[in-house]
Every structure is written in C-alpha cells, then in structure tokens.
Nanobody, 116 residues
Framework: QVQLVESGGGLVQPGGSLRLSCAAS????????MGWYRQAPGKQRELVAT???????NYADSVQGRCTISRDNAKNTVYMEMNSLKPEDTAVYYC??????????WGQGTQVTVSS
C-alpha cells in the first residue's frame, strides 16, 4: 500500500509561483498513475493535473499553460509547478496514486493560498 505526503504549499501573492511535491513510500511510484486535485472551501474536489506511468499528462482547462506536472520515479516523487497563480487557485491540494487494479490512494493535502 502506497503512502503519500504532500508538501510545498503556502501563501503566495497573485502572479507568484509554487512547486508542490508528493513523496511516496511503501510501494514503487512507477506502478501508479499520479494526479493532483484540489478542493476549495464549499466546493467539490476537482482534477488539476494527471500523469500516467508513461509520462503522458493531462490538465484542467483552468490551469492549462500555468501548471506542469512531472514525476521522478527514481525519487518516488511527483511534482507540480504552478505559475501565474490567481486567487481562485486557493485550495487544499491533494496528491493521488491510482494503480492498474485497486483503489486510489490520497495524501493528506497541502494548503495553497493566493492572496495579496
């Protein structure tokens, strides 16, 4: 069973940048499709970006061109670089790991707040 720990969130001004990290343990990260999701207060959790085991990526329209998801299987870590941040990007960001067979595992989340 994989365990996930997110880090890198914080308070940033509009237009700023952050890099989120998701460190995996307990299993080999390369076996999982990985994703970043976010949940703002009063809203449902939504997809931000995903990356397959082969490195193919997919982004929500709202972050296309501003976010880049990547994975380093040797370090068992997934990253998401976020640029040109907007107040509407404020949310708790969650990392997910989806195996070929089985249930998706979630991290505990990291808070991102975009405010001046």
């Amino acid at each position: 069973q994989v365990q996930l720990v997110e880090s890198g969130g914080g308070l940033v001004q509009p237009g700023g940048s952050l890099r989120l990290s998701c460190a995996a343990s307990g299993s080999i990260l390369g076996m999982y499709a990985m994703g970043w999701y976010r949940q703002a207060p009063g809203k449902q959790r939504e997809l931000v970006a995903t990356i397959t085991t082969r490195g193919s990526t997919n982004y929500a329209d709202s972050v296309q061109g501003r976010c880049t998801i990547s994975r380093d299987n040797a370090k068992n870590t997934v990253y998401m670089e976020m640029n040109s941040l907007k107040p509407e990007d404020t949310a708790v960001y969650y990392c997910s790991a989806r195996p070929v067979i089985g249930t998706t595992t979630w991290g505990q989340g990291t808070q991102v707040t975009v405010s001046s």
